[in-house]
């Protein structure tokens, strides 16, 4: 019994060593995972900033195109707000330059007057659907009016002058044909007469500027 019982002592002590060994080795085990933990930690936080900064570019990208592209700015705006909000989750000091350029972007969007396409299109449709109903162009006459016929319907004066000195030009015109070109002259009676009757106005209008 003696024996048995030093055999036992001697297995307690050697459980006891071994775990004595275990709480020695503890605290760097401890040490060594908080490492670890960290480690990851911080590498998952790189790679969430990272993340997030990739969707801000991507958002940006989208609003230039809908912009330049597409010309649609509401979609335009949309794409630029979601960009600041990834910005701001970040929560980065670095990118306020960045977020200050977005709002004044979206200020600027905001501000723009956009035209009403549906009023637009209501007018057009409307002018579309009365162009049956528009009066037609003025009738034009069959037979023009000579001047003869403007001569006696002229009023007495110096339009009733002038349109007599037109037509006695007019009659008085002579076509000659010379070297393939065609002009225009006034024989030498019909030059007299325009003398005799451009001296008529003038005694008309110093008889008129009498008393």
């Given at each position: ?75 335009a705006i949309d794409a630029l ?75 007495p004066g110096l339009n009733r ?51």
């Open positions: 019994r003696v024996e048995a019982l030093q055999e036992s002592d001697e297995l307690a002590l050697d459980v006891a060593r071994d775990m004595n060994r275990l709480l020695e080795g503890l605290p760097e085990r401890l040490r060594l995972l908080e490492e670890r933990v960290n480690a990851v930690q911080g590498t998952s936080a790189d790679a969430k900033r990272r993340w997030l900064r990739a969707e801000a570019e991507y958002y940006l990208s989208v609003a230039n195109t809908e912009l330049i592209l597409g010309g649609r700015w509401q979609n707000e979601f960009a600041d909000g990834k910005l701001r989750e970040l929560g980065s000091p670095s990118f306020s330059g960045v977020r200050q350029l977005i709002y004044e972007e979206l200020q600027a969007l905001r501000g723009v007057q956009l035209p009403d396409v549906e009023g637009l299109s209501y007018s057009l449709a409307r002018l579309a659907d009365g162009v049956e109903s528009l009066p037609l162009g003025a009738v034009v006459p069959t037979s023009p009016v000579t001047d003869e016929e403007m001569l006696e319907s002229a009023e002058i002038w349109l007599s000195l037109k037509q006695a030009i007019t009659g008085m015109i002579s076509v000659e044909r010379g070297d393939g070109s065609l002009y225009r002259a006034l024989t030498v009676e019909g030059q007299v007469l325009v003398r005799r009757r451009l001296s008529r106005p003038s005694t008309a209008a110093s008889m008129t500027d009498g008393p």
